[in-house]
């Protein structure tokens, strides 16, 4: 197993300008490891209840996604309930139940730990650092967060900071990490932490990756209707670490403005429908479409 993602198998209800969705699934590890799934078979570590849908873990067996560290337990699975207004890139958390994932310790299947690119989704930073303790020598450890860790566990979050290579965060949480308002200086700030890379979401408005001689710029793809952003970065690190491990070159910077496209594509193909609906029927030919049309949206 050369990728495991780390993060959450959940239930979301959300409700957007173009209508609502009880329970649907979703999750951070479910997004993230479907998008890696084009470009690489990875594994998936995480904990649902028994109300998780057998569906769905047969849909990700036939993405090839390795279920070895996926934990069942009784109980219900993590909820969240989140509401989108007209403007995709505000949101509304309504409410959010652990429930199993309250205190769930994740052990690693002996595979895992030996794998080449560990991805610590935005879970409990306490938790991210067991799962640094229990990998042999990873060659690249990404990390992403929210803002519920960093204002209630800023001490743990930078001390795992320290161990990661790539950093993935939205723009309202590198600013809320670092109390820097220009994203430059707030990524400049982050590098110097530990990370060799950080790659700033915004969005609508594309992404920022930044290293410390790299600044590259990446355009959203215009989109008339964002019917669902739920997931969208976690797609959007998913396409990015899936495609590195598929080329298995973590560091050539022309590969990584390329990781970055491919992330930026598969996060505009999730937001095209709620939920994971749109992973059920999107190709791999759609996606080198798209990418294929990124490049002419910066050509000149």
Request: glycine share 8%; proline share 5%.
């Amino acid at each position: 197993m050369s990728l495991i993602i780390v993060g959450s198998l959940a239930f979301d209800t959300i409700e957007t300008p173009f209508g609502r969705r009880e329970k649907i699934v979703g999750g951070s590890g479910t997004y993230c490891a479907l998008a890696a799934s084009f470009f690489t078979r990875p594994g998936i570590v995480g904990v649902v209840g028994e109300d998780f849908p057998e569906e769905t873990v047969e849909f990700l067996k036939r993405r090839k996604i390795d279920i070895q560290g996926l934990e069942v337990r009784p109980g219900k699975s993590f909820f969240w309930e989140g509401h989108y207004g007209e403007d995709p890139n505000l949101r509304t958390t309504i409410r959010t139940e652990p429930n199993v994932y309250e205190d769930f310790k994740p052990q690693l299947p002996p595979e895992y730990r030996k794998s080449e690119i560990v991805f610590l989704a935005n879970i409990d930073p306490d938790q991210q650092d067991e799962i640094l303790n229990q990998v042999e020598k990873p060659k690249l450890v990404a990390m992403d967060t929210i803002n519920l860790w960093i204002n209630q566990k800023r001490d743990s979050l930078l001390k795992v900071l320290e161990k990661v290579d790539f950093y993935f965060a939205n723009d309202e949480e590198v600013r809320l990490l670092t109390d820097e308002k220009n994203l430059i200086k707030a990524g400049k700030k982050i590098l110097e932490g530990g990370p060799s890379l950080v790659v700033i979401k915004k969005g609508e408005h594309g992404a920022l990756v930044l290293g410390k001689d790299l600044v590259f710029g990446i355009l959203a793809h215009p989109c008339e209707e964002v019917i669902d952003p739920t997931g969208a970065g976690d797609s959007f690190a998913g396409g990015f670490l899936g495609y590195l491990d598929k080329i298995k070159d973590f560091s050539d910077e022309k590969e990584i403005r390329r990781a970055a496209v491919f992330g930026s594509v598969l996060a505009s193909f999730v937001i095209e429908d709620f939920g994971i609906n749109r992973f059920k029927s999107l190709s791999l030919e759609e996606i080198e479409n798209r990418f294929a049309q990124f490049k002419k949206l910066v050509s000149f």
